[in-house]
């Protein structure tokens, strides 16, 4: 147990209040090697406030969040490299085609391989749009290009806000199997969702609820 | 292994140009701008030459600072907006020299169009032959500056509805020794004296701002984004 705590992303005691409202307080978050964490709560629980927080884009009102038993902001490089991140907004550059896209942002983690692109996308049913700007892609469209995205970081950790947004059933459970496979692999995920598709068990759930 | 540095910052500026190529209406917009107030001194003072011999250096610097503002105020809002932005601030290369790559992009597309267009707005405005050399290559060293100042301007202000203005009144006041030193260099090579001073003070205002300015829009980032 000590060295799960050690190889992965803890988060210890965050608290964060949004005006006099208090969406968590000691909250105590362990993500290690080939486990899924869900966070779970109703629209406005603070889902993403708290995936924001755990990624290092905000900071929680106390509290902190630890990478490999440091503080992210003091290891932010290699902690960034760990770490594949899809937010609300698919992160795409609307005037780039879906393969650019793909070979820009992983380009800045390690050596691109635009075949290793090529190859997510067209895994994901995406191989007539690949050379299109995304720009002219639709929103589901787009978001499977941002999930190629993070399948191709080469990143052990993914921290995934709703990856099921605007996506229909056949793509819902391609992206399942996807994260399954990542989990197998000993990767390890934190995804926050109105709740999970089928197929996809929870190793441990953060509800934001009960605050 | 993340690749080297260069190789991120190549990557970078290599997108940023080809946006700005795919977008290239975004591009000639501050140019036009650039033009037109220039021209507008002639129409609302008078065409006479000995006049406007003696105000060009300042129209052309006060002209091209208000043209890199407009420019510079979209620098960072459509990365916001489409998420870019958040993968920028989360890639494994340090964020300082990221947008230190995205702010000389920034510059290569619009302020060297603005270098070479700026001769042909001086002679409208009878400036005379021998302070054209002098001319670009203040704007040469005093563009870059504007530029940088803008980054950390923008940043501050890029999640703010109709932060332009906002973006104005920060970063002006900044601007104020770049318009001076240019207007001043500009102005001496029109008397046929050297210009040499101010220029070299327009070049250590560069090496200052290309060694502060990436690191406090690197900070002004953080916070607009948490």
């Given amino acids: 147990m000590t060295e799960r705590l050690v190889e992965g992303l803890e988060a210890r005691n965050l608290q964060l209040w949004r005006g006099d409202r208090c969406l968590f307080r000691q909250l105590d978050i362990v993500v290690g090697g080939g486990r899924l964490v869900h966070v779970q709560g109703r629209n406005g629980a603070g889902k993403t406030s708290l995936m924001r927080i755990l990624c290092g884009l905000a900071l929680p009102d106390a509290g902190e969040v630890l990478w490999r038993s440091r503080r992210i902001e003091r290891v932010r490089e290699e902690f960034h490299l760990a770490i594949a991140w899809l937010g609300h907004r698919d992160g795409l550059k609307q005037d780039l085609t879906a393969l650019e896209n793909l070979c820009f942002s992983n380009g800045l983690r390690r050596t691109c391989a635009a075949r290793q692109a090529r190859a997510a996308l067209g895994e994901g049913g995406l191989d007539a749009v690949a050379d299109l700007p995304v720009r002219v892609l639709s929103a589901g469209q787009r978001r499977r290009v941002a999930f190629a995205r993070v399948q191709t970081s080469g990143a052990p950790l993914w921290l995934l806000d709703e990856p099921f947004a605007n996506l229909d059933a056949a793509s819902t459970s391609f992206i399942a199997g996807r994260l399954s496979a990542h989990l197998a692999e000993g990767g390890s995920i934190v995804l926050a969702a109105h709740r999970l598709p089928s197929g996809l068990t929870e190793h441990a759930a953060v509800p934001l609820d009960a605050a | ?226």
Avoid: K, Y
């Avoid at chain 2, 033009?35 to 406007?52: C, D, E, N």
């Avoid at chain 2, 290309?210 to 900070?219: E, M, T, Y």
């Fill in chain 2, 1 to 226: 292994m993340p690749p080297e540095l260069p190789t991120a910052l190549r990557l970078l500026l290599l997108r940023d140009l080809r946006l700005a190529v795919r977008r290239w209406g975004q591009m000639a917009t501050p140019l036009m701008f650039f033009a037109i107030v220039a021209t507008l001194f002639p129409l609302a003072l008078s065409p006479a030459m000995l006049q406007l011999r003696e105000i060009a250096p300042g129209v052309l610097w006060v002209a091209a600072l208000l043209s890199s503002l407009l420019a510079l105020d979209a620098l960072f809002r459509a990365d916001l907006e489409d998420g870019s932005l958040e993968q920028l601030l989360l890639s494994p290369q340090p964020l300082p020299l990221l947008l230190l790559a995205r702010t000389a992009a920034h510059w290569l597309m619009s302020a060297v169009p603005l270098i070479a267009l700026a001769p042909l707005l001086a002679v409208a405005l009878h400036l005379p032959a021998q302070a054209l050399v002098t001319l670009m290559l203040a704007l040469a060293l005093g563009t870059p500056v504007l530029s940088l100042l803008g980054a950390i301007g923008a940043a501050l202000t890029m999640g703010l509805h109709r932060g332009g203005a906002l973006l104005a009144l920060l970063v002006l006041p900044l601007a104020v020794p770049v318009l001076i030193f240019g207007a001043r260099a500009t102005d001496l090579a029109a008397r046929g004296e050297d210009p040499a001073g101010p220029l070299f003070l327009l070049a250590s205002l560069l090496f200052l701002a290309l060694s502060l300015a990436p690191i406090a829009a690197a900070a002004a980032l953080r916070v607009s984004l948490d």
